[in-house]
Nanobody
Framework: VQLQASGGGLVQAGGSLRLSCAASGRTFSSNVMGWFRQAPGKEREFVAGITWSGGITYYANSVKGRFTISRDNAKNMVYLQMNSLKPEDTAVYYC????????????????WGQGTQVTVSS
């Protein structure tokens, strides 16, 4: 599975961004997709996850109510709509895929895309 993340950029606090993740290759082997982020000097952390079938969603407490993960099965795309952005949301955001649904909010995904930088200015 190959993953391509895009949509990052610079935005002021309170603004919005929409990240996209395009999946290609053996996409049938992935049952769950996730978004993670890593800020400078910090460990990579879970942001949101979604199952391909059923669209069950999971969120980190820090983004719940502000971020929305969604997927388009026909296009093999996963999105992360980020609203009410805060400076502490600044990080490199990564999308990930895995066949095992139980890894949804863990860093144990098998497939990772390159990151996309999100910078939120105060």
């Amino acid at each position: 599975v190959q993953l391509q993340a895009s949509g990052g950029g610079l935005v002021q606090a309170g603004g919005s961004l929409r990240l996209s993740c395009a999946a290609s290759g053996r996409t049938f082997s992935s049952n769950v997709m996730g978004w993670f982020r890593q800020a400078p000097g910090k460990e990579r952390e879970f942001v949101a996850g979604i199952t391909w079938s059923g669209g069950i969603t999971y969120y980190a407490n820090s983004v719940k109510g502000r971020f929305t993960i969604s997927r388009d099965n026909a296009k093999n795309m996963v999105y992360l709509q980020m609203n009410s952005l805060k400076p502490e949301d600044t990080a490199v955001y990564y999308c990930a895929a895995d066949q095992r649904r139980w890894v949804v909010d863990s860093p144990d995904y098998d497939y990772w895309g390159q990151g996309t930088q999100v910078t939120v200015s105060s």
